[in-house]
């Protein structure tokens, strides 16, 4: 929807939608900006200019307008106090990690905290009315702006203020009263210097005014009244009205403040120890000017390299000021906000990696490793992490539990970037030469090859980062969660009744609603349909074997092969129990598998997903490096451990808000459920998840899990595969088999080497022996060794090496008439020796070059003596046959 028709449309009837009581009751005036044309509302009747536009813009940097000055944790005690004295819940933050949604990453506003999905639809879902909340957003758009405007932050505190009016909370009139009292009693800004300026807000097919409220050019927070639905000028009112007003924090601190940028109030202690690092006065004037003249024009360029310069320009910054001022300062703010947003990604169960959400944290903690080398800082990341959550952990104390795994997590990452160093200054090297890469291949390098532009500047293989690369990577990046639904016509029928759910009947009887081809509606089945990674139940229906079962929303479609029953028939129904028991167990062992896996590897362990069949079944977890043997070990051990307690498996059911505070997003590991009655399988405290799948009464029913398999399948996910139950007791037996079969081989292998060993020894004594009967002219097959008029041929295992070189010299040189040719294996290869005396008609050369061919290899020598082999194993029967042919004729 066009936002700019709406704002024409409710600009054109202020009464009706801006005008709310405060106004009249304060005096204020309603006015035109005479630049851009904007309505804004003002207690000052002299003010022609919107706040955009405004001559006070910014003014407040040096010269706040508050006589109390409170950072970033002090602000929101500030806020919190306001609103719970006026009848607010105060709600803790949900985690930034968006689990609860499908087609977002990171929670990027408040108002998400209380989307839910219904179907098709998103409905809200407020713990308490009205509330307030200080959610941490995540956003990667204006990635390229943080540290440099002053005002940009990859995450940020959104004080998040909702009411829903028709459920007991309050609408426009009381809203903007409170906003209004935040800023002027509770902070102590005067009357005069706010100003709210009407603008809309549309999304998601609902749309309503709003009113932004600006002090000095700042813009505080944004007061939107979602109201109607469908488009404009056919619009109808929603059943529940929402209000959605959204502050940010970090400004609230930064007006009290007036400190040069934002950074310099909102990250606490941190940034007192980097300044202290590069030495620099965070107080000083250049450093106001500057950062006025950036917050100035940054509103009026398209490209960050344009304001930079302007700004630098316009303060009059040296070139020695912005080497050692301004450059650092802005690596410094990049550091802290950074880091912040990674401890709070990666304590609410976020990884650094190549996929999903991930890759915006990964490019972070590169661009903090760019950012210490290119300023060459000596930095302990892991006291930072300290210090930052010490600072934070009194409004998020959730922070303070996961600091280990923060440090452990970054540390791992931050070693991978090093490794991969060398990888990239080559291709550095490579981009220098090619000359200055486009914003696509920018992506692309970084995609495929981890490679930031940060560090492409740091190594001079490019001069200035494009300002679009951090908007389109997360473009690309930030919501490709969706997924496909396919559908028969199905849009007539009742609801299945899902007996699997209920007394879960083995054998039922049931109506048939309706037959597409081979496919079978019933009015009621307890075949489990295809979901949530489990496979389905088989069997039959009417005598027809049941081949597959699918869930369409409701309804539950059977497939069947060898025929269909009539639509109206009565049948019976037959689950295959055997097949069912296993998939059960091998379902509830994921969850087994899924907790003894968080407990041994650490607090980042998530499902990404899950597959169970009857005879397999196999975990994808959320972890970064491959698992080691003794990893593997563990997890199963516990697994069997939780086994041998026999605890107990509860499903209940719980409205999904309540489900949500009692057990938190935990539950969330099949992902997204979009129901309102959330069904969860608790395994007493160890895992706690919503699932729609069977599962064991008692763990002790799956009696055993094994773990056949692990493997790293992508960058941060280790997929774990295992048999469970009657599967796993018959694994052991395999694998006992298996390595006594080994165990037995090996004992056959050993006595046949020590056989043919014996052997050898034997015919090197008899070298003497078969040498008098040869040169006394006796013909015929002697000990393997075929002879023919002192013309000998032997392929013989019991020969070897040593054999062959004694006898076939000894033999040639007594008499020249006499020639020996032998075959024999020699470790991988299988090599030929050739001996003739002279006046034999044999060429040893000749043969030894023919065989070898054969064989894949090569021979050398000459007529009277020669060698060769190769590695051709399979064309030993060959060799034989020609070399036998070659010497005996
Ligand atoms: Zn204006
Ligand atoms: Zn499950």
Redesign the pocket.
Known sequence: MDKSQILKEFSADPDKYYNVKLFSEQGFVRKA?A??G?FFWTLNADRT??P??GTDTYSFIGEPPTTKRFDYTQAWKQVEEFFVKNNHTSVSRYPVVCRWRDDLFFTIASVVDFQRIMGSKVVFEFPANPLVVPQTCLRFKDLENVGVTGRHFSSFCMIGQHSVPDLGGYWKDECVDLDFRLLTDQFGIKKEEVVFVEDVWSGGGSFGPSLEYFVRGLELGNAVFTEFQGELGQHSTLDQRVIDMGAGLERFAWITNGTPTAYDCCFGPINEKLFNTIGIDSDSEILKKYFTEIAKEIDHYDDLNDVRRLAIKNAVITDDQLNKMITPLEGIYLIADHLRTLIFAITDGALPSNVGGGYNLRMMLRRINGTINRLNLKLDIDDLIDTHIDYLKDTYPELDEKREDVKTILKLESSRYEESKIHMKKKAEKIREKGTPSVDELITLYESDGITPEYLKEVDAITEIPSQFYSKLSDLHQSEKKKAITELPLEELPETETLFYKDDPMEFEAKVIKVFDDQVVLDRTSFYARGGGQEPDLGSIAGFKVVNVDKHANIIVHKLEGGVPSEGDTVSCKVDVTRRSNITKNHTSTHIINASSRKVLGSWIWQHSAFKDDDHARLDITHHSSLSDSEVKQIEDEANDMIKKNYPVNIDYYDRGTAEQKYGFRIYQGGVVPVKSVRIVSIEDKDIEACGGTHVKKTGDIELIKITKTKRIQDGVVRVEFVSGPTAFQYVKDQEEESKKQAQDDIAKQALEKQRAENKDKAREQIPVLLEKVLAGESGEMDGITVNNKICFTSSDNYDDYFHQNFGKKLTSKDDTAAYCGIFEAGPTIRVMVFSGGNSGVNAGEIAKEISTILGGSGGGDAKFAQGGGKDTSKKEQAIAKAKSMILG
């Open positions: 900006c630049k851009c904007r200019l919107c955009d536009d």
